[in-house]
């Protein structure tokens, strides 16, 4: 995938660094979920 994928009972982070495309970090804090990008860090929503 592209970009994080967000499922009810799974998180797929595999954005595919390996064919060049970007290196994923996901931050778990509280009940809060961030994605770490060179620009800064994203929120996310859950599903």
Known sequence: ????????NRIGI???LVYGRHLTCLVLEDDRLWSLESGGRRALDRP
């Open 14 to 16: 595999d954005t595919g």
């Open 1 to 8: 995938a592209r970009e994080i994928e967000l499922r009810p």
